[in-house]
C-alpha cells in the first residue's frame, strides 16, 4: 500500500489549503481514511477522518468548523480542506488508512491505521 500526500505549503494565517492523498496497492474505499498531524516537539494528533461512504466523519475540536474532510473513492484520494488557517495548524500533516472497520472513537486514533504517507509540511505564518 502507497499513500502519496500533496498539497502542503507556506500561507498566511487565514488562508486557505488544499491537501489531497492518493492511494495505490489498496481497495482504497475499503475502510476510513484518516489525516494526523505533528508539530515539531509535540506528540502526533488526529486531526480528521471519513468513512468509506464518506457519510461519516470526525474531526478534532481545534479544527472543527475550519477543515473539511472528502473522499472520492473512484480516484482512490482523500482529501483536507483547510480554511482560516492558523499559525498553530503548522505542521506535517499525515494521512493514514485504516487496516478495518472502525467504530467512530477508534477512528481518532493512530492504532487504527497501519498505512502512512509521508507527510506534507503546512506552515502557517501570521
Known amino acids: 500500500v502507497q499513500l502519496q500526500a500533496s498539497g502542503g505549503g507556506l500561507v498566511q494565517a487565514g488562508g486557505s489549503l488544499r491537501l489531497s492523498c492518493a492511494a495505490s496497492g489498496h481497495t482504497f474505499s475499503t475502510y476510513t481514511m484518516g489525516w494526523f498531524r505533528q508539530a515539531p516537539g509535540k506528540e502526533r494528533e488526529f486531526v480528521a477522518a471519513v468513512r468509506r461512504s464518506g457519510g461519516d466523519t470526525s474531526y478534532a475540536a481545534t479544527v472543527k468548523g475550519r477543515f473539511i474532510i472528502s473522499r472520492d473513492n473512484s480516484k482512490s484520494t482523500v482529501y483536507l480542506q483547510m480554511n482560516s488557517l492558523k499559525p498553530e495548524d503548522t505542521a506535517n500533516y499525515y494521512c493514514?488508512?485504516?487496516?478495518?472497520?472502525?467504530?467512530?472513537?477508534?477512528?481518532?486514533?493512530?492504532?487504527?491505521?497501519?498505512?502512512w504517507g509521508q507527510g506534507t509540511q503546512v506552515t502557517v505564518s501570521s
Open positions: 493514514a488508512l485504516a487496516g478495518s472497520r472502525l467504530i467512530i472513537s477508534a477512528m481518532r486514533s493512530s492504532d487504527g491505521y497501519p498505512y
